[in-house]
């Protein structure tokens, strides 16, 4: 498998630009996060999609972001419009829990390489 | 809600065994997991702990306290390869959903 796949890898953008983020789950795995890293708060969970089901999108900022997963293999992340506070990298990943939350079954997150966003 | 402790930064020595700790109050708790990410790249999975006790994988070992709401992960025989941060990660009761610490980030020198 290809693992998680991300794109673009890395974006530059001027302030009140549109961006879009691209992220492909492993095929498989029905349960996909997007989450934001920067040096000031870390790893940060925007949102957790659960067979292509928005469950938590309480992390998301503001207005200006939104998530959207049309199908098992696909899911976007848009900045509309972008500001210089939105710089940082873009993490997606994916998990395929099975049983029940807390049953003690593993059911780590993989990774995709992220999208390094810098907006001027 | 959650919250993750974790030390910033420490520093160990090639061949060394170090101890990162790592400390959690959640409303509800299913499992913790620890993470490794090197610089430049994305977080990989390393342990998940669900029952007391400690776990060992090869060089790398987690431990967990559910009455204490403590962890550590414990890296024996360190390489320079091991320099990296560290990101423990509390999974409130319920739900398939980490909370991630801020990371350790560990600096092995020679």
């Known amino acids: 498998d290809a693992g998680v796949i991300q794109s673009p890898r890395h974006e530059v953008t001027e302030m009140g630009q549109e961006v879009t983020l691209r992220c492909k789950p492993i095929?498989?795995?029905?349960?996909l996060f997007w989450y934001r890293q920067t040096m000031m708060r870390g790893l940060e969970l925007l949102i957790y999609f659960n067979n292509n089901v928005p469950i938590d999108d309480s992390g998301m900022p503001e207005d200006r972001f939104s998530a959207k997963m049309p199908n098992a293999s696909f899911s976007t992340l848009k900045i509309q419009p972008s500001e210089p506070r939105d710089s940082a990298v873009y993490f997606c990943?994916?998990?395929?829990?099975?049983?029940?939350?807390?049953?003690?079954?593993?059911?780590?997150?993989?990774f995709g390489p992220g999208t390094r966003l810098t907006v001027t | 809600g959650q919250n993750i402790d974790q030390p910033t930064e420490m520093t160990a020595t090639e061949g060394a065994i170090v101890q990162i700790n790592c400390t959690y109050q959640t409303s509800g708790f299913n499992g913790l997991f620890w993470y490794q990410q090197h610089a430049g790249e994305a977080p990989t999975f390393l342990s998940y702990?669900?029952?007391?006790g400690l776990e060992e994988k090869g060089r790398f070992s987690s431990f967990l306290s559910r009455s204490k709401g403590y962890s550590y992960l414990l890296l024996k025989e360190l390489q320079m390869k091991d320099s990296a941060s560290y990101l423990c990660a509390g999974e409130a009761g319920g739900s398939y959903i980490p909370t991630f610490g801020r990371g350790t980030s560990l600096i092995v020198h020679p």
């Open positions: 095929s498989g795995h029905n349960s």
């Open positions: 702990n669900v029952l007391d």
């Open positions: 990943a994916s998990s395929s829990p099975t049983g029940l939350a807390g049953d003690g079954v593993s059911h780590e997150q993989y």
